[in-house]
């Protein structure tokens, strides 16, 4: 018997059609800034903590992993229960904004200060899984069935190729060149004398915010919006 030819769409075809599909887009572009934001810091927390606040080995491990990581344990079940209520779009948007603070929390860290890491990872954690949850659920809502794989591969290479890598990237030749200069002006806030490491959170907490203002345009079906979230009234 003579075999069925099996004829697919090519992957120009697919691209084009997920680039057409603007909403979706517009959440690809979301998490590229969100994650360009995220990653131009994020790598180079644990340096500045080691550099700025001179902790031990130990008190590395247990704030940077154990507390981050207990805490996001706890913070994930509520995330899940206000996904289910008022949708993942005001869920990423709290997210967000919450990481957004993050690197500002860290500008004011100093020697002996183990707080401030605490706090920041605190938030840290609470903040984290929500984003990375809610982001997956948005885009498997929004990406239709037919050419779902392309629309999830287009999402990855927005946030995973122009957003982390990029932004890891261009954080450490910031921290190797443009910064340094910035360092040796000798700029000193509330007590905390700025390296070049502060410059670069102070513009992780910049890219973050706007971030944010890029969501808003994203639209989900019968999701609440963040002040209704906050006010429970839904």
Known sequence: PQRKRVTGEGMGAMF?????NRNYMRLCVFSA???????????YFTVYMNSALRLTGLQMVFVHELLASAVSIVAVGRWGRAMDRFGHKPVVMLSTLLGAFVPLIWIFAARGQLWVAVLAQIVYG???NAGELGAQNLYMELSPVEGRTMYIAVYYLAAQLLGAFLGSSAGGWLLDNALCRLESWNVSVLGVAFSRYNYL?????????AACLLLPRVKEEGSASLRQMLSGAR
């Open 16 to 20: 084009k059609r997920v680039f057409r």
């Open 33 to 43: 800034l969100s994650y360009f934001a995220t990653y131009l810091a994020l790598p």
């Open 126 to 128: 609470i903040q984290w």
């Open 201 to 209: 959170f102070i513009l992780s907490f910049a890219l973050r915010l």
